[in-house]
């Protein structure tokens, strides 16, 4: 078997102390002369999509020893968005998965494995283990927790966590009772997975699937299904032999396996956080994209799904009507997906398609080509004079009222003022809600805002409100919440200039987002304006916001 990488820690006369410690471990001769197998484990009792991982892992660990390998599994961090959310806690959700990166890094380089199997589920920890796994390039696989199945709050009405944050709103204008509300927060997430709509972590585990990096099935089969087990078996036997044959990630992830990756991301309607994560996903594998990228497959791209929070269908209803295989199944039908990328079951996208028999079982929860939600994509990019840069909304999950209108700036330093403002009934109809200095930087750590979002929804604003920040939201927002506004005001841009009463022209199929104020008073203010200092009293965050870079280049550290 090929243990070239840890025969280097582990062979030879000066490597006796090496073995002695391996000893120490419990390993016998035959274990330490068969390749050596790291299993990053993200599992935690504080995170519900990884509290079942553990379980995951003994899978893995089975798959590997199956086929010849000794697995020897390490831990990563997880934070939960959910849990993080509207206080001081969000601020170091985005950070982690820097630090997931490193960290999982450091583990497999300072014990020369010869492969990885990566165990995450969560918003942070797919794409902090996807970067890793590109930056080590030794043979990888990653297999997630799946997703969490629907709750249900009554027998005929299902709900996931966005319903609970969205009563909150409910509460507030009197549409929902205590009663209905504490029923929700008691039965709306049921179990382990990753909450149970198209949110982010469930976003990036099927784009995981998409690029070729998880097998089939990795998105989308529910985390308490005994298939989620068979998957991480197969996962651990299919590592093995993608080291037989050094087949590694920068063989998978090529500048087809990125189209592949943002089409399927607009079919679906994923996430925005897309747009952060894959820029820093695929810039460790040296592809740089950047977010014209985005929109420009976006245009050509129709919208196949609506699942929670766009539509009422969840990842269970995707995984019944045939996964993301049936998904890009469909898309080939246009020629949108490149079939002839390699993927870690050691064949082509194409080959996995045909001999799976990939097709949509239900017409509902995937639409055909000739009948989709919008002739584009999910996530559309905005430009405009307080956008220069860009920034991202998710347009599958925005009202038909709100796609192009014109909004009235109410403006909050940080997100804390601007729900207090909501929360009291100060927004109106026609107002924009707009979020200064969350910025990466300027929060620092690009807070979602969920919690605002969700407000504005639960209180019957979403077809009337727009929200606009230089932080960032939830994949489990909807409405007009466009985010990622960059350059950021920390940095100085000009969505810092923008006063309580400036009219902002949102036009999203235009993709613009423009004040509406004259060249001359644009530039007046700009030349005023001395962007709030922002500091944190948490070192790790002061380290973060030296090093990170904008969110219209993906939030990616600094080369140094």
């Not at 249900?152 to 549409?175: Q, R």
């Not at 929700?184 to 972590?201: H, L």
């Not at 347009?395 to 804390?416: I, Q, S, T, W, Y």
Request: with cysteine; hydrophobic share 40%; charged share 20%.
């Amino acid at each position: 078997m090929n243990d070239k990488l840890s025969s280097l820690m582990k062979c030879g006369l000066e490597k006796a102390p090496h073995r002695s410690l391996l000893y120490a471990l419990g390993l016998t001769r035959e274990e330490i002369d068969r390749p050596l197998v790291g299993i990053v484990n993200a599992a935690s009792e504080i995170v519900p999509g990884h509290m079942h991982l553990d379980r995951i892992a003994e899978a893995v660990k089975a798959g590997v020893r199956m086929a010849g390998g000794t697995p020897l599994e390490f831990p990563a961090i997880a934070v939960c968005d959910g849990i993080a959310m509207n206080h001081e806690g969000m601020r170091f959700s985005l950070p982690s998965r820097d630090y997931i990166a490193d960290s999982c890094e450091l583990m497999a380089r300072a014990h020369a494995f010869d492969a990885l199997v990566f165990i995450p589920n969560c918003d942070k920890s797919v794409p902090g283990m996807l970067m890793a796994m590109m930056r080590l390039n030794i043979p990888s696989i990653l297999i997630s927790g799946g997703p969490m199945l629907p709750g249900h709050v009554s027998s005929e009405k299902t709900a996931d966590l966005i319903t609970v944050f969205e009563a909150v709103g409910g509460f507030k204008t009197g549409k929902t009772s205590a009663e209905e509300l504490q029923k929700m927060e008691e039965n709306a997430c049921p179990g382990c997975g990753s909450c149970a709509g198209m949110f982010t972590a469930n976003s990036m585990n099927c784009l995981a699937e998409t690029i070729g990096v998880a097998l089939p099935g990795n998105g989308t089969i529910p985390a308490a299904y005994s298939a989620r087990l068979r998957l991480a078996k197969h996962a651990g036997m299919k590592v093995m032999e993608l080291l037989e044959k050094n087949i590694r990630p920068l063989d998978i992830v090529t500048e087809k396996a990125v189209s592949n990756a943002i089409t399927v991301d607009m079919a679906l309607g994923c996430s925005t956080n897309t747009t952060l994560h894959l820029p820093a996903i695929f810039g460790e594998a040296h592809l740089p994209i950047s977010l014209d990228l985005f929109d420009s497959i976006s245009r050509k791209t129709p919208n196949l799904c609506h699942l929670s929070p766009a539509g009422k269908h969840y990842m269970t209803d995707l995984d019944l009507a045939g996964g993301i295989p049936a998904v890009m199944a469909e898309l080939s039908k246009a020629n949108l997906i490149n079939l002839d990328c390699m993927t870690v079951t050691g064949k082509t996208v194409g080959e996995n398609l045909e001999e799976s028999h990939a097709h949509i079982l239900n017409h509902e929860v995937i639409r055909p080509l000739d009948n989709p939600y919008s002739e584009d994509g999910g996530i559309a990019i905005l430009r405009g004079n307080i956008a220069p840069d860009g920034c991202v909304v998710k347009k599958a999950a925005v009202a038909p009222e709100m796609l192009c209108r014109d909004v009235r700036a109410r403006v909050f330093n940080g997100e804390h003022l601007a729900m207090q403002a909501i929360l009291n009934g100060e927004i109106k109809p026609d107002d924009a809600v707009v979020i200064l200095y969350e910025g990466p930087r300027g929060g620092p750590g690009m807070r979602e805002m969920l919690s605002a979002t969700a407000a504005i929804t639960g209180m019957g604003l979403g077809k009337d409100v727009a929200l606009l920040t230089d932080g960032r939201f939830s994949g489990g927002t909807n409405g007009a919440a466009i985010g990622h506004i960059s350059p950021e005001a920390a940095d100085g841009g000009p969505i810092g200039i923008v006063k309580d009463g400036d009219i902002i022209h949102i036009d999203i199929p235009g993709r613009k987002l423009e004040l509406k104020i004259s060249d001359w008073e644009l530039a007046q203010r700009m030349s005023q304006f001395e962007p709030e200092k922002t500091s944190s009293p948490y070192g790790i965050l002061r380290r973060y916001a030296a090093q990170v870079t904008s969110a219209a280049n993906g939030a990616r550290f600094r080369e140094v």
